[in-house]
């Protein structure tokens, strides 16, 4: 079975310009999950959604990040604009169950962003 | 306050050998899962073992057992027979059920198997 799948694996890109993150869940999860890792913060996360509804923002950093699940199969994530202190690895996770489960959430490979 | 504490930034193990890193935790909420996951150099983060707060026994996976001790708020990772192939950062990470899915994660142990 295919796992959590993301696009791009790397991205490059100057302060400024906007930035999109993909992520494909594994098929029949409907839990996803946005996190981010940088070596000051470490593993954190961004946002959640549950059956593609946003539960809990409260990790975005700012207004210039927002994300979005349009179905169940498709997540995206952005930042417009995007700025240095953003360059990180960005993880998409996914799970089957988010409340009250000891379901696992299976990460994807990552995102490696780079903002010069 | 530190939700999760993994106290040792970087150890190190002889092949074959049995390697404990250490993990403690802090929640009030009675409900609540531990995870391991490994992040090899290559950067993808695998999950390991699971452990729920209700669980009676420690949880094990192969290699992998977890050594669950709930009054001392402690989820150690043992990794028996340690292999070249597990040099890698090894997280533990909680999550508490009346708070929602997220996972909360430690700074991680960097871990070395030498031959």
């Known amino acids: 079975d295919a796992g959590v799948i993301q696009s791009p694996r790397h991205e490059v890109t100057e302060m400024g310009q906007e930035v999109t993150l993909r992520c494909k869940p594994i098929?029949?999860?409907?839990?996803l999950f946005w996190y981010r890792q940088t070596m000051m913060r470490g593993l954190e996360l961004l946002i959640y959604?549950?059956?593609?509804?946003?539960?809990?923002d409260s990790g975005m950093p700012e207004d210039r990040f927002s994300a979005k699940m349009p179905n169940a199969s498709f997540s995206t994530l952005k930042i417009q604009p995007s700025e240095p202190r953003d360059s990180a690895v960005y993880f998409c996770a996914s799970s089957k169950v988010a409340a009250r489960s000891t379901d696992t959430q299976y990460f994807g490979p990552g995102t490696r962003l780079t903002v010069l | 306050a530190q939700k999760i504490t993994q106290t040792q930034p970087g150890m190190f193990v002889q092949e074959k050998e049995a390697v404990t890193l250490d993990c403690t935790y802090d929640t009030s909420d009675p409900s609540y899962g531990l995870f391991w996951y490994k992040q090899p150099s290559s950067g993808e983060m695998i999950f390991l073992i699971y452990?729920?707060?209700?669980?009676?026994q420690n949880a094990t996976e192969g290699r992998y057992s977890l050594n669950f001790q709930k009054a001392r708020k402690s989820a150690n990772l043992v990794i028996s027979a340690s292999q070249l192939g597990d040099s890698a950062m090894y997280f533990c990470?909680?999550?508490?059920?009346?708070?929602?899915?997220?996972?909360?994660f430690g700074q991680g142990t960097e871990l070395s198997v030498k031959p």
């Open positions: 098929s029949g999860h409907n839990s």
């Open positions: 452990q729920g707060s209700y669980d009676q």
């Open positions: 990470a909680m999550r508490e059920y009346n708070q929602g899915g997220k996972l909360i």
């Open positions: 959604f549950n059956n593609n509804v946003p539960i809990d």
